[in-house]
């Protein structure tokens, strides 16, 4: 792997701070096997729809919540492909749990605790970025605005981003919102933007909008406790009411409220054409 640099533990606030958000989730991760599947396909197949079936190289993974505790993971997932695959989290914890969940073994990915805001890779050494829901966690646009411009550094040209955040216009979320502030949802419920802005950032730090989406429809993370319940009731009649759920409401007159995630892929454009 390309790194710029040995990559150290980076013992800041805010990783102390995810540290303590995670070990008190200990391990009652929020969604089911079936519910988790759901979130990772529709993750996974707007990634594969958009990067297709790439050659070599490495695919870099902005954090490892979902590897260290959920059936909604993701990098077992491209192990058939010949992308080599390199995870990064701010919390050691998490690091630490989702290097040791995965075992070790040829084909595995490397686990590297670093900050999105700050990545120990050299640039352009990166083929494909997949941030799932990482930079709208940032309290602040200055944190944003960094780790997009880090990520432009580290891909390479024509490299893929996979930008995946938290749809500000989703019906449900100022529930998602009071959920936290209740101490009911584990993780807090960070900054996120428009589509407008997001796609008007990335082109002005060299990127080629090739995709714009709204996706995961079914509201998982408000009523969680219910699809937990009927995931037991159904089994595995489940996965596919889910689906069929979310093609209905992805294709409906009110998907821009019901996706719960915007999901962007964008190119990083070469040195000359990005001016």
């Known amino acids: 792997m390309a790194f710029r640099q040995t990559p150290q533990i980076p013992m800041t606030k805010s990783s102390l701070y995810w540290d303590a958000v995670v070990r008190n989730l200990g391990d009652r991760y929020y969604f089911d096997a079936t519910t988790g599947r759901y979130k990772s396909d529709c993750f996974y197949a707007f990634t594969i729809d958009c990067i297709g079936e790439r050659g070599t190289g490495w695919l870099l993974k902005t954090d490892l919540f979902e590897e260290a505790f959920g059936t909604d993971e993701l990098f077992s ?29 040829s084909g595995h990915p490397v686990y590297s605790c670093a900050d999105v805001r700050s990545l120990p890779f050299k640039p352009d050494s990166i083929d494909v970025v997949l941030s799932p ?11 944003f605005v960094t780790s997009i411009r880090e990520l432009a550094r ?21 529930l998602l919102k009071l959920k936290a502030r209740l101490g009911i ?71 821009s409220l019901t996706g719960i995630y915007l999901a962007v892929h964008a190119v990083k454009k070469e040195r000359s054409d990005a001016g």
Request: proline fraction near 6%; charged fraction near 25%.
């Open 185 to 255: 949802s584990p993780t807090p419920v960070g900054q996120t933007y428009s589509l407008e802005y997001l796609t008007s950032l990335l082109g002005r730090e060299g990127f080629a909008i090739r995709r714009t989406d709204r996706i995961v429809h079914v509201p998982i993370n408000i009523v969680t406790s219910g699809m937990r319940l009927l995931a037991r009731i159904l089994r595995h009649k489940a996965g596919p009411i889910f689906s069929r759920v979310d093609s209905m409401l992805h294709h409906g007159p009110f998907r």
């Open 133 to 143: 829901s990482t930079l709208d966690h940032f309290e602040d646009e200055v944190s």
């Open 77 to 105: 997932r491209f192990s058939p492909q010949n992308l080599a695959a390199v995870g990064i989290d701010i919390s050691p914890y998490v690091t630490h749990r989702a290097r040791t969940r995965a075992g070790t073994g």
């Open 154 to 174: 580290v891909l390479k040209p024509d490299g893929d981003l996979i930008l995946i955040m938290d749809n500000k216009a989703y019906f449900f979320r100022e």
